[in-house]
């Protein structure tokens, strides 16, 4: 799923349209005027070159893709198990965050550990992120020690969030969004869930009774 800037927010200095309006329900609502509005920012945007879609790492699939990649909105990778739909969200968020889209990466079948490895051993093809995760003999040290160096370069931070086994409740996902762009108020994001089957309600598990505080910095020891 991409989120972008609100449309409030690229609205210019000084404007009085008020594009998106919320009710005491969490519901927003916008008059066809200022939705029209709305849309005309949006065109002229994105015919500048001022707002692009976040590209994939294959140019054949972008070549595919509405405009060449994933513009705002809700994305589901399909697949059964083992075709490798993991491997392809890692990749995507990686390839995101090295062009400059802040990325929260949601494992809820891998852990922080696992999806770092998994992020390093990307970085060289010549390593095994499981032999390294189940302590196989022979493993290159020095090689994730270099790829973790790499990661650290990213142009834009990339947040490993992690759930509990009894169900990831939805309502995160709005917090989620929020921090981003509370802490990285410019450019592109991108939020990745893996994998939706574990999604629920709200739990109790989980819960807390305001918002979790600086999401972003926690990036330095999730990567």
Not at 10 to 21: H, Y
Not at 90 to 115: T, W
């Amino acid at each position: 799923m991409t989120e972008t800037n609100n449309t409030g927010a690229l609205l210019e200095p000084g404007s009085t349209i008020d594009v998106v309006a919320k009710t005491d329900d969490g519901r927003c609502k916008t008059t066809l005027r200022d939705a029209a509005a709305s849309a005309l920012l949006l065109v002229e945007r994105r015919a500048s070159g001022k707002e692009k879609p976040i590209a994939t790492p294959w140019p054949s699939v972008n070549r595919c893709l509405p405009g060449g990649g994933y513009w705002p909105g809700m994305h589901v990778l399909v697949g059964g198990t083992g075709a490798g739909k993991s491997a392809w969200a890692l990749e995507v968020a990686l390839h995101a965050a090295k062009n400059g889209a802040a990325v929260c990466y949601v494992g809820l079948e891998l852990d922080s550990d696992q999806v770092a490895l998994r992020l390093m051993a990307n970085q060289n093809q010549n390593v095994s992120w499981s032999h390294a995760y189940t302590g196989k003999e022979g493993i290159d040290q020095q090689a994730f020690a270099d790829a973790a160096a790499e990661l650290s370069k990213l142009k834009a931070p990339f947040v490993i969030e992690s759930g509990p086994p009894g169900g990831w409740p939805i309502d995160n996902l709005a917090l989620i969004a929020q921090e981003i762009r509370k802490e990285y108020k410019d450019g592109p994001a991108l939020v990745v869930i893996d994998f939706l089957q574990i999604v629920g309600t709200t739990c109790l598990l989980y819960t807390s009774p305001s918002p979790r505080d600086g999401l972003l910095s926690r990036m330095p020891s999730s990567a």
